[in-house]
Structure formats: structure tokens, C-alpha cells
């Protein structure tokens, strides 16, 4: 069962930024040693910009890789980065692990982020919750992770087979069910676009 999840910000020094996305894409290998890493990603915000998001089964699980050989390579490799890695805790209300399938090479990911109403926290995490049986439905989305931040904001996380995947899955069902239960909302969804630069999970 996955409980909870870490998103890692990075930020790449101008100069290193080439060195920065080869150091994501071949750590694959030390997170492989973590068995309790259930799904970790190496995406890519935008230029400079990149992150790590991955999830456990329980909170001991993620303590564990907070201190394991992925987070001793990135304090080793201080000089790639403009700023200090900002480590993000998440809960996961819920998830899609991908099936066996092969990964496409072009793959797409989407971070959601959302301030509920004041009061309706509750309600909205439910509704994130339910989304669930809509992804199902979509065999390109291949991970999907719904989140509450520790400042109380929600979210997605998902990962795609590809642009045409991710584009389908923004105009269908999921985002107009969002948008019906506005309400709900403290504001705009906060939505980013992403490349998965690498990824792996558990066997």
C-alpha cells in the first residue's frame, strides 16, 4: 500500500544543468537498491528547474530514503545547485501504479496544486480520492498519485505515455469534474507541466 510520497525540488546551476540531468537520469541504479521505494521519477520543470517525486508504504519507508544513497548523492554534488534540494513531504490519498508494460521513451508527467476553500478540505480530498476510478479508465496514464502537501494544499501527480496521452487526458473526464467542483477550490489550480527523465518501481 502507498502512503506516502516526496517531491524534491532542485534547482541547477547555469552551468551545470547538463550535468545535473545526467546525474538524475543514472541514479536510477542506487534507487533500485531501495526495495521500499515503491515508484520514484526524475522530471524535468523547466529550464534549470527539476525534481525528484517518489513513494513508500509508510512513513519509516520515506525516513529511510530521506537518509539513503539517492539523498547522500545530492548532498555530494552541492556545486550542481544553484539552491539548496527542497524537500517536500506528501500524503498519498491514493494511487495507480503502472501495469507491466514497456515505458516509451517520450514520457510526460503533469504536478497539479490546489488551496482548498477554507472548510472544505475534507470534501475535496474525497473528491481527489474518486478520481481514482476515472484514471483507471485511461490505460496511457500510467501512474497517478493524488497528494495533500503538510501546509494542507492537494494535488496530482501522473505520468503519461507521451504528449498525445497527457493532452487527452487534460481534455477529458478528470479535469471537467475539477472544474464542476470549484467550489471546493481556494483558488486556480497551480498546474505544471513536466518530462519524466527517468523512472523506476518496485517489483
Not at 516526496?6 to 526495495?35: G, N, Y
Not at 487527452?168 to 478528470?174: E, S
Not at 477550490?185 to 498546474?191: A, D, E, N, S, Y
Request: proline share 6%.
Amino acid at each position: 500500500m502507498t502512503t506516502c510520497g516526496l517531491l524534491v525540488i532542485l534547482e541547477a546551476a547555469s552551468e551545470h544543468e547538463a550535468a545535473v540531468e545526467r546525474f538524475l537520469e543514472h541514479a536510477m541504479p542506487m534507487v533500485r537498491t531501495e526495495s521500499e521505494a515503491l515508484a520514484w521519477f526524475a522530471v524535468r520543470f523547466r529550464r534549470y528547474h527539476y525534481g525528484i517525486f517518489d513513494v513508500f508504504p509508510d512513513e519509516a519507508a520515506r525516513e529511510r530514503h530521506v537518509h539513503g544513497p539517492v539523498a547522500q548523492a545530492l548532498g555530494e554534488r552541492g556545486p550542481l545547485f544553484a539552491t539548496a534540494p527542497v524537500f517536500h513531504r506528501v500524503e498519498i490519498l491514493a494511487s495507480k501504479l503502472p501495469p507491466d508494460l514497456p515505458i516509451e521513451a517520450d514520457r510526460k508527467g503533469l504536478l497539479v496544486r490546489v488551496t482548498p476553500h477554507r472548510g472544505r478540505a475534507a470534501e475535496l480530498a474525497d473528491f481527489m480520492r474518486a478520481t481514482r476510478s476515472i484514471v483507471d479508465k485511461e490505460p496511457a496514464t500510467t501512474a497517478w498519485f493524488a497528494l495533500r502537501f503538510e501546509n494542507g494544499d492537494l494535488g496530482f501527480f501522473d505520468a503519461f505515455t507521451g504528449s498525445r496521452a497527457r493532452r487527452k487526458h487534460l481534455m477529458g473526464k478528470a479535469p471537467r469534474e475539477l472544474v464542476k467542483h470549484f467550489r471546493l477550490l481556494g483558488g486556480i489550480p497551480r498546474t505544471t507541466l513536466l518530462d519524466v527523465k527517468a523512472e523506476t518501481f518496485a517489483a
